[in-house]
Structures are given as structure tokens and as C-alpha cells.
């Protein structure tokens, strides 16, 4: 019981704490609490800074376009194994689908850039053989988000499909039998009672990931990052570690930090009480 | 679980004893192709993966390869096998897996185990304190800072405390011990005079044992594919998990260059046979023991879903 709790205090709720740093001028040698209060100067700072407005831009559109693909897919794809009887089939496609989400981020990104590189890459191979000019993927700003979006589904539909499925696999089968004595199609079977019965897993996930949309996908971001790509994959996360481990600037970084987190949580709470309203389904 | 799945499977079964109208046919020909394309999608970079590192440097590099190994060699392999730093990043991650997951398993049921208990005072409180972490956290500097004045930065230890626990884990097993084991049992060991420690070791561990192995398994897998807590409290290269030299060596290309241009060419086709090989060996541990993984996974999963 204690050295858990303790680890909570000492690497969760310190850290919290340590946050004020936001609101001082660290100094190495005093430490936190010594170093003097500078009120909100570093907020300050940052929102006179002009990258800030590509910062919050960047994530907020990652963060939204991964939501807005990433979410329907494992839904789509359970409602589809749902419907396939053959076992086989379907084991099958469940397995291969779920063995992704095993892949390491630094190994899914060198798989992500060996296949799209320019010179070598399977994808401009294959289009130079169609007759297509060869693109350097990654160093297109305005390909960077689908890349990133589109290599997240791949990777982890299959993993995330699985709650789903739990969930089609719980409901009554007297629905279905009513539902045929009724005369309905298998599509129609799929909208009114497959779907319903998704719903409260659905709400679920779809909060914990809103609650999630500030943190996107750092490490994976980080390594996907060049100097070309910079201008759309620059997030809040991956400048606060720049700007705070690599150079040092931990009062700056601490408040971007900061900020980022209240975004979050007020995100989370916003989009709780709307489901609840609407649902009936939340967290708490 | 199951029951619930013969279930569904008798009502499958009464289902195609009525003959399919034209419509549901459609509809399920148009399920089974967007399956197979997904299929493939999903399957065709994988066998790729496999079938370039198998492949001659050569092919590989001129393009060749598309879908069964080309001029099959082992090559790319030995080459791997020879990289002092590879061998020492796959040593320090199996360490780092290892003692690891002892260490977060043994934290997470240490903190489920009460919270599961009905009994136990001041346990909603406690679930609130650490769900809270969830939502809402210092941020990357303060606990940069923290895990610094322990004196822990660029130490073994910085990959195994700072993240030891994680609070979905620590959900998953409180809903495993609440729905798994009676509360009668500990009353019952209470009359008997049996101790808390006597009573976890005898009675609730050998009874834990599906939730520790599916704990054991999700903190391994996510302790042999970190990287990012080495990134930043590592600055010794004999320590580096795996992961970090993966990352120099397939992300950041750090190859030795200053030959002459035929054995420059050559050694760049050797490069990028060795990322794929590399690929291939660094996902080798999870993607042996995936079949058994997958089902605990599963498991897991849906232990976690259950509403507690």
C-alpha cells in the first residue's frame, strides 16, 4: 500500500506542485522554491510568441483529424467481423489486424520512412513504375498529418476494435429475433441494434481520447519530425521538450507545459458533461 | 464471457437456417471484400518487412523485392548479429523488461488489491487520487525535476520508477480482484486467525494468477517498446535500452561514412538491408509469444472495460 502511494506523491503529485515553476525565474543553484516569483511573465511570453498560433493550430488539427478518422474506423471494423460467420475468416483478420499494435513507435516510424522514402521506398517505387514523379512524403508539410493519422489507424484499429466487439458479443439475441420476425435486413439490423448497443463503450472511448487530444502522439511526432515537416508537425509537446530540456529554459517550457494540461483537462470535463447530458453514459 | 459468445453463436446459427434474402447477400459479399482489403492492407507491409530483410542488399535496394524474399540471404541478419551496440541495446532491454515488470506488477497489485476491498476505509478518496493523474499532470519539466533531485537522472533506475506505474493497470486489476474474489474469503481468513501477508501470499495470489499474467504483459511490451524515458534521463550510451539505438541507427542514420564509391554503395545497400533486419529482430520477442499475448490482451482488455 505505501510504496505505491508513495510513488503517486513523489512522481505525480510533486510534479504538480514543482508547476509553480511556471511562475518563477528558475535558478539552478537556489532551486524552485528559492527562485524568485515572476508572476505571469513566461504565459506572457508565450502568447506574444508568434509560433504560438501554429503551435495551438498544429495540435489542435492533429489532434482532431486523428480523432475524426481514428475514432469511426475500430467501430467500423467490429460492426464488420460482427456480421462475418465464417470463424476462420474472421479469426484470421482479427489476428493480423491486431498484430500492429505490438510494433514499437521508434520502429513504426523507420517503417513509415523507409516505405515512403524518395529514393528507395516501396510506395515511389511502385508509383514510378505507374508513370508518377517520385514525392518526398515526408518532407511535405501538408502530407505530414495523414501520414501520421492514416499509419495511427493502421496500426492500432485492430487493437481498439476489440472493446467493440465485446460489446456486440453482449447483446441480447432476442433483439435479433425480434428484429427478423420484424422483417429487417442485416443493414438495417447493423443501424438499430448493433449500433445502440455500441453506444455507451462508444462515449466512453470517444472521452478518454478528447481527454487525450493535447497529448497526441508525441514520441511518435517527435520522430517523425524534419526540418521540412516542421511547420505542420511542430506541437505543444514536442516544443516544450525542445525548448525545456534542450535548452534549458524550464521556467518558459514548464508554463507551455502548464498550459497545455488546463487545455486538456477543461477538454475532458466539457465533453464528460455533454455526454452525460446526451447519454446518460460518463466517467464518473 | 463465453456463455455470452455461445450465445450470440446459437443465434447465428437460427439466423442462416432462413434462407438470406438478395439484399443481405450483397450486403455481406460487400463486409467480406472490405475485410480482405483491410486484409491486405494491413498484412501486405508486414510480409514486405520480413521478405526485404531475407533479401540480397542489392535487390533491395534496386526495388525488386515487392513481395517473397529476393536472392534469399541471411545477410542483413549477420550484420546485425555483428553490431556490438545492437547486442548490448537488446541486453539492456531485456533487463530493463524484466526488472521492470517485477517492479510494476507487484507496485500495481500492492495499490488494486485494497482498492478492490469494500471493506476498506477511505477507498474512494483513494481511487480519486490516483484516476486524478490521469487528467491532469505537472508536465514534462517539473518531473524531469523531480526524477533529477533523486538523483536518478542517467541511472539504471530512471527507466524503471519514474513510469512503474500505470493507472489503467492499476483499473484493470482493482475490477479483476473485485469481481474474482469473494469478500467472503478474507472474512474467512480473518476468523481463522490468518495475517494479511499470510492471506495475499497464499490466498490471493494463487487465485491472481490470470491478472498478473496480464498485467506481466502489457507493462513488458511497453517496457521493451520505450524509448522516450531513455531519451531523456539517459545520457550513458551502456545503458540504452534497445529502443534509443534503434532509433540512431534506423531513424537518425548515423552510418559510418569516408569510403571509396564502390564500397560506399555497397555499404549503403548493406544499411538498408539491416534496417529491415533490424526491424524484424527488435519485434522478434513480442511477435513470438504474440499468439498466447493476443489472447491475455484480449483478456485484459476487457477485464479493464467492465464497469467497477
Known sequence: ?284 | MSKLQSQAGSAVSQRSTIRESFGDRVFIAIIYLILTVVLIAVLYPLIYIVSSSLSSPAAVTSGKVWLWPVDMTLDGYKSVLRNDQVIMGYANSLFYTTIGTIISVALTIMIAYPLSKKTFVGRSPLMMFITFTMLFSGGLIPTYLVVKSMGLIDTRWALLIPNAIWVWQVIIARTFFQNSIPEELSEAADIDGCSDIRFIFSVILPLAKPIVAVLSLMYAVGQWNAYFDALIYLKTQSLYPLQLILRSILILSNSTGNMDVGEMVKQQQMAELMKFSLIVMASLPVLVIYPFVQRYFVQGMLIGSVKG
Do not use: C
Open chain 1, 1 to 284: 500500500m505505501i510504496p505505491p502511494v508513495a510513488y503517486f506523491i513523489i512522481f505525480k503529485y510533486v510534479p504538480m506542485v514543482n508547476a509553480v515553476l511556471a511562475f518563477k525565474d528558475y535558478n539552478v543553484i537556489k532551486g524552485i522554491w528559492g527562485s524568485p516569483w515572476v508572476g505571469t511573465k513566461y504565459f506572457e511570453l508565450l502568447f506574444q510568441n508568434p509560433a504560438f498560433a501554429t503551435l495551438i493550430k498544429n495540435t489542435l488539427y492533429i489532434s482532431f483529424y486523428s480523432l475524426v478518422v481514428g475514432f469511426p474506423v475500430p467501430i467500423l471494423l467490429a460492426l464488420a467481423l460482427n456480421e462475418v460467420k465464417n470463424a476462420k475468416f474472421k479469426k484470421t483478420v482479427q489476428m493480423v489486424t491486431y498484430a500492429p499494435y505490438f510494433i514499437s513507435t521508434v520502429v513504426m516510424v523507420s517503417i513509415i520512412m523507409l516505405f515512403l522514402s524518395p529514393r528507395l521506398g516501396i510506395v515511389n517505387t511502385i508509383a514510378g513504375t505507374l508513370g508518377f514523379e517520385a514525392v518526398n512524403f515526408l518532407g511535405e508539410p501538408g502530407l505530414f498529418r495523414s501520414i501520421y493519422v492514416f499509419s495511427d489507424v493502421w496500426q492500432s484499429m485492430g487493437y481498439s476494435a476489440v472493446i467493440y466487439l465485446a460489446a456486440l458479443a453482449g447483446i441480447d439475441p432476442s433483439l435479433y429475433e425480434a428484429a427478423k420476425v420484424d422483417g429487417a435486413n442485416r443493414f438495417q439490423k447493423m443501424v438499430n441494434i448493433d449500433l445502440p448497443g455500441l453506444l455507451p463503450a462508444a462515449v466512453i472511448i470517444l472521452i478518454l481520447s478528447v481527454g487525450n487530444i493535447m497529448a497526441v502522439g508525441f514520441e511518435k511526432i517527435y520522430l517523425l519530425q524534419n526540418p521540412l515537416n516542421l511547420s505542420a508537425s511542430e506541437i505543444i509537446s514536442t516544443y516544450v521538450y525542445k525548448m525545456g530540456l534542450l535548452n534549458a529554459n524550464y521556467s518558459f517550457a514548464t508554463a507551455v507545459g502548464l498550459f497545455n494540461s488546463l487545455i486538456n483537462l477543461v477538454l475532458l470535463l466539457t465533453v464528460n458533461a455533454a455526454a452525460k447530458r446526451l447519454s446518460n453514459t460518463s466517467l464518473w
